[in-house]
Nanobody, 126 residues
Framework: QVQLVESGGGSVQAGGSLRLSCAAS????????MGWFRRAPGKEREGVAV????????YYSDSVKGRFTISQDNAENTVYLQMNSLKPEDTAMYYC???????????????????WGQGTQVTVSS
């Protein structure tokens, strides 16, 4: 079993920054694919960033590319999402997720993720 706990959400003004953290515990190692998803009110859950291959590879959705950076600390079993130049449309509940290595996971396909955290809220005001 794997547990994921997110933290770091909050309220910021447009143009600001936040860093989300996801602490992983249980039966997980750095081969796992770790992703961040978000769900805005009235919208489907959207994948925004993933890191895999022990942190050597990343993939971002077009909506956050160039503004968000995903990273991981293997010693601490923690994944981070640094969010810069935040926009009101980034407002959402952000979820951390983990899955075994697979193409579906690497490309932020939801079926590729077996474990999910409870989420942390990010609110960006204009």
């Amino acid at each position: 079993q794997v547990q994921l706990v997110e933290s770091g959400g909050g309220s910021v003004q447009a143009g600001g920054s936040l860093r989300l953290s996801c602490a992983a515990s249980g039966n997980i190692d750095d081969r796992y694919c770790m992703g961040w998803f978000r769900r805005a009110p009235g919208k489907e859950r959207e994948g925004v960033a993933v890191i895999y291959a022990g942190g050597g590879s990343t993939y971002y959705s077009d909506s956050v590319k160039g503004r968000f950076t995903i990273s991981q600390d293997n010693a601490e079993n923690t994944v981070y999402l640094q969010m810069n130049s935040l926009k009101p449309e980034d407002t959402a509940m952000y979820y951390c997720a983990a899955g075994p290595p697979s193409y579906v996971c690497y490309t932020l396909g939801r079926p590729g993720y077996k474990y999910w955290g409870q989420g942390t809220q990010v609110t960006v005001s204009s």
